[in-house]
């Protein structure tokens, strides 16, 4: 009896660690599997570091803020797998082990970016178009009666959640002019509004600021800061 719990415990832990194993994968393994459109890529870096290269469609969550990173990754869906990594491998453990508490499914990159590029893996980064300047930011909110402008990105969690919802949003109200300011391209914009959150609102009536909102909004939500 004793033996055969001896070998249960055994089993178990050589199960667990396999189990492990095969949620920490090499390159070639997570490049493959990140070709799947149904899942979510995540780069838990500092907004600085993304900025300076990432993986191609990559969302991105600072792991040492805590406070965006429960943000950004409450915008994430459960029902699809999550690849997560960082520079060499530490803060995407404990990003993945966080994120598994909650019930995701993640795979980690082993190495991080740092054996991506060991590899030769493709990157991309900042955007090179010419962002939108505050003359022609200006113009274009004086024209109009109604505009809600989105400042968001490609790569925030919660801008991505949202994205849906804004096009359905002016569906219902075409009144409203959509104007969506890019973190990335439109970097100066930003600094001028100072920008400090992902996604931020603002909301204009005959070209004069009314209202402003940071952080995910809801179809009821935009309904009401519209009015």
Same mark, same amino acid.
């Given at each position: 009896?004793?033996?055969?719990?001896?070998?249960?415990?055994?089993?178990?832990? $050589?199960?667990?660690?396999?189990?492990?194993?095969?949620? $920490?994968?090499?390159?070639?393994?997570?490049?493959?599997?990140?070709?799947?459109?149904? *899942?979510?890529?995540?780069? $838990?870096?500092?907004?600085?570091?993304? &900025?300076?290269?990432? *993986?191609?469609?990559?969302?991105?969550?600072? /792991?040492?803020?805590?406070?965006?990173?429960?943000?950004?990754? +409450?915008?994430?869906?459960?029902?699809?797998?999550?690849? $997560?990594?960082?520079?060499?491998?530490?803060?995407? =453990?404990?990003?993945?082990?966080?994120?598994?508490?909650?019930?995701?499914?993640?795979?980690? !990159?082993?190495?991080? *970016?740092?054996? /991506?590029?060991?590899?030769?893996?493709?990157?991309?980064?900042?955007?090179?178009?010419?962002?939108?300047?505050?003359?022609?930011?200006?113009?274009?909110?004086?024209?109009?009666?109604?505009?809600?402008?989105?400042? &968001?990105?490609? /790569?925030?969690?919660?801008?991505?959640?949202?994205?849906?919802?804004? =096009? %359905?949003?002016?569906?219902? %109200?075409?009144?409203?002019?959509?104007?969506?300011?890019?973190?990335?391209?439109?970097?100066?914009?930003?600094?001028?509004?100072?920008?400090?959150?992902?996604?931020?609102?603002?909301?204009?009536?005959?070209?004069?600021?009314?209202? +402003?909102?940071?952080?995910?909004?809801?179809?009821?939500? !935009?309904? +009401?800061? =519209?009015?």
């Amino acid at each position: 009896m004793k033996n055969l719990k001896i070998l249960i415990c055994s089993l178990f832990i $050589v199960t667990s660690c396999n189990a492990q194993n095969n949620q $920490v994968l090499e390159v070639n393994d997570f490049a493959n599997a990140i070709k799947d459109k149904n *899942i979510q890529l995540l780069d $838990v870096r500092t907004k600085e570091e993304f &900025g300076n290269g990432h *993986i191609v469609g990559s969302l991105q969550a600072d /792991w040492t803020n805590k406070a965006e990173f429960k943000v950004r990754s +409450e915008s994430l869906n459960k029902s699809k797998s999550v690849y $997560v990594y960082c520079l060499s491998g530490g803060r995407s =453990a404990s990003a993945a082990k966080q994120l598994r508490s909650e019930g995701f499914t993640v795979f980690e !990159l082993k190495g991080g *970016i740092t054996a /991506w590029n060991y590899e030769k893996q493709p990157l991309e980064g900042l955007s090179t178009e010419k962002g939108m300047s505050k003359a022609e930011f200006q113009k274009l909110i004086a024209n109009e009666e109604i505009v809600l402008v989105d400042f &968001g990105a490609k /790569w925030c969690p919660p801008c991505v959640k949202m994205n849906p919802i804004l =096009a %359905m949003f002016s569906k219902h %109200m075409p009144n409203v002019k959509i104007v969506k300011i890019d973190a990335d391209k439109d970097k100066e914009l930003c600094e001028t509004f100072r920008i400090k959150t992902l996604p931020t609102l603002h909301l204009y009536k005959k070209g004069k600021k009314v209202k +402003e909102h940071e952080g995910f909004m809801d179809m009821g939500g !935009l309904h +009401e800061f =519209a009015n």
